[in-house]
């Protein structure tokens, strides 16, 4: 039973990888958690595992699912970190904390692999993340963020006359009115939860 779950839980692994990295897109707005996001993306397509591990813990301390579901299929597979199943599904189990159909499926077919002392372990691993990582703390980072660059923009003008020039990484610009940028932030704290501007994030890992 458990060698089939093994088997199981590895070949969802294959489908939720791929063989290549994806082209990434730029969101509108470089969040901390985007920016640090696409680092690790680039990181791991190179083949620096450690690296992109460690910059997918600093998306992750946002609250980026993707940063979170990476952390654990970096784990499950041992690659930058040596291979904790018991661990990969304490990430996973943060990673599926809105509902994501694809990875609550495959933090379950990690947990019916794990024996029951592996499965102890990996509920206390849980608890000790969700301080730094879980929801709670990632809304609170958000939103500091958020008041910090409301501050920037603003520096005692009139939101009205402002204009804020964004560009993208492949040289594409654009200009928003001051009031559309503070949407903007302020859409980056009350769509948490809805994944928007995190869907862009390429599946990664070969």
Known sequence: MVAAA??????????????????ERTP????PDQVTYQQAAGALSAGRATEAFERFVESARYGNKQAQKSIALLYMKGAGVPQD??????????????????????????????KEEEKAHSSRIYQELVPGYGDAAALALRRQWVKVQKRRVANGSQVSALRVQLA???????????????D???????????????????????
């Open 6 to 23: 093994v088997r199981q839980a590895f070949w969802l692994i294959s489908l939720m990888l791929g063989v290549a990295v994806a082209q």
């Open 28 to 31: 509108l707005l470089a969040t």
């Open 85 to 114: 199943w018991a661990r990969a599904y304490a990430w996973f189990r943060l990673a599926g904390s809105h509902g994501d159909d694809q990875i609550l499926q495959a933090g379950d077919e990690v947990w019916n692999a794990l």
């Open 168 to 182: 993208d990484a492949n040289g594409f610009s654009w200009e928003l009115t001051g009031q559309e940028y503070l």
């Open 184 to 206: 903007l932030l302020d859409g980056y704290v009350q769509g948490f939860g809805r994944q928007d501007l995190t869907d862009d994030a390429p599946e990664v890992l070969n």
